[in-house]
C-alpha cells in the first residue's frame, strides 16, 4: 500500500504544537510534503523562533508519522521564520525592524525593565534576531542590565550604530550621556530623544525590537502610540491590588490608541525563601489571571520573587543569559515564545508589497 499526502496530513493533524495549541495543518505550518514510495519528508515551517524546542518537535512529528501503516522513513525539519504585523495606521515604519514589542506598566517598581531585557534574551536565546530600545529617558537601566560601559559610533555623523551585549542589538540615552547626569527635560524634549533614538538607529535586520517604556501614561506612552509602528503590547504588573489598578489604566490606554495587547505578564507572584526555598504570596495572589479575564487577554507568564534576578540583572548578566538552564530562565523563554505566537497570529503586514505611485508629467 503506497502511503498517501492525506494520510501524512491526518496524521499532522492529530499532534498538537505545545505553543500554540493547534495543530500543524491548521497553523499551516507542515509544508513541501514529500512522498517516495512509503519514505515521506516535509518541512515544519513556525512562525515563531524555537531554537530551544524544535528538537522537541522534530521528535514530535517524526513519531507520529512513524506510526502509520507501512511506513519507511520519515525526514522532518524544522525551521522558523519571522515575518513583518500589520501596526497603527498611518505611522511610519522602522528601517531594518519587522515587529515591535512596547513593554509597559502602569506602576513603577514591578520589574518592568528586568521582564524587557530578559525577553529580549529569551527570543534571541531562540533564534531571533533582537533588539532592546531603553524608552526610560529619566532613568535609564538597560546599560547596567546589559553591563553595556562604551559609547555607540556614529559612520556618518547623522545615524548611531547600536551596541551589542549577548547578541541582542542595543540603544539607550544612558549610553550618551554620564551615569549621574539628571534628564532635566521637558516633555516635548524626550519624547523627541526618544524619536531620534529609535529612528536615527542603524537596527540591523531586527525580528523584534523591544521597547522598555517608562512606567504611566504620559507623553512617551502617547508618542509612542502615536507615531511609532508598534506590532503590541505587553502589561507587566504585580498580584498586588495597587499594581493592577495602575496596570489596567496602562491596558486601557493601548487599546484606545489601536495598539494590540499581547498579554500580561505577572512578575513577583510568588516570593521564594532564598534559605529555606519555602514560597508564598506576598503581594497576593490571581491578580494577574484575573486581570485577564476581565479584559479577554493572555496571561503569558509568571514569575517569582527571587533575589537571583535583581542580583544577576544588577550585575549586568541577567537570569537568561546568567542561568540559561534554571526554572526561571525556562519560564522567560516560555513568555517569549508565547510572545511570538501571539505575535506571529496577528494581520501581516503586506505595506512593502504595494509599489510606490510616481506621479510625473508625460
Request: glycine content about 10%; charged content about 20%; some cysteine.
Amino acid at each position: 500500500m503506497t502511503l498517501s499526502e492525506q494520510q501524512v496530513q491526518a496524521a499532522l493533524k492529530e499532534i498538537t504544537d505545545p505553543s500554540t495549541g493547534k495543530d500543524f495543518v491548521a497553523t499551516k505550518s507542515a509544508r513541501n510534503i514529500r512522498i517516495d514510495g512509503n519514505n515521506v519528508a516535509l518541512d515544519i515551517v513556525l512562525g515563531y523562533p524555537a531554537k530551544t524546542v524544535a528538537a522537541d518537535i522534530q521528535k514530535q512529528v517524526t513519531d507520529k508519522l512513524k506510526s502509520l501503516p507501512e511506513i519507511g522513513g520519515v525526514f522532518v525539519n524544522v525551521t522558523s521564520k519571522i515575518v513583518s504585523h500589520s501596526v497603527q495606521r498611518g505611522v511610519q515604519l522602522i528601517a531594518g525592524v519587522k515587529n515591535i514589542i512596547a513593554v509597559a506598566s502602569g506602576k513603577g517598581g514591578v520589574g518592568k525593565s528586568t521582564t524587557a531585557v530578559n525577553l529580549a534574551l529569551a527570543l534571541a536565546a531562540e533564534g531571533a534576531n533582537v533588539g532592546i530600545l531603553d524608552a526610560d529617558i529619566y532613568g535609564p537601566s538597560q546599560p547596567q542590565m546589559l553591563g553595556i560601559t562604551t559609547k555607540p559610533e556614529t559612520k556618518d555623523g547623522k545615524s548611531m550604530e547600536p551596541l551589542e551585549r549577548y547578541g541582542v542589538q542595543a540603544m539607550s540615552i544612558g549610553f550618551l550621556i554620564d551615569t549621574e547626569t539628571p534628564m532635566v527635560w521637558r516633555g516635548p524634549m524626550v519624547t523627541s530623544a526618544l524619536e531620534q533614538l529609535l529612528r536615527e538607529t542603524n537596527w540591523r535586520e531586527l525580528d523584534y525590537l523591544v521597547v522598555d517604556l517608562p512606567p504611566g501614561t504620559g507623553d512617551i506612552q502617547l508618542t509612542l502610540s502615536q507615531k511609532v509602528p508598534v506590532t503590541g503590547a505587553i502589561i507587566v504588573t504585580t498580584p498586588q491590588d495597587i499594581a493592577l489598578l495602575d496596570a489596567r489604566k496602562g491596558l486601557k490606554m493601548f487599546e484606545k490608541v489601536g495598539v494590540p495587547i499581547i498579554g500580561i505578564v505577572e512578575n513577583m507572584s510568588t516570593h521564594i525563601c532564598s534559605q529555606c526555598g519555602h514560597e508564598e504570596h506576598i503581594f497576593g495572589a490571581g491578580g494577574g489571571a484575573q486581570m485577564c479575564r476581565d479584559y479577554n487577554v493572555e496571561l503569558l507568564g509568571s514569575l517569582p520573587l527571587d533575589i537571583k534576578i535583581r542580583e544577576q540583572s544588577d550585575t549586568g548578566m541577567p537570569t537568561v543569559v546568567a542561568d540559561p538552564d534554571g526554572k526561571i530562565a525556562a519560564t522567560y523563554r516560555e513568555i517569549a515564545r508565547r510572545t511570538a505566537v501571539r505575535l506571529s497570529e496577528m494581520g501581516l503586514d503586506h505595506s512593502s508589497k504595494f509599489p510606490n505611485i510616481v506621479i510625473q508629467n508625460s
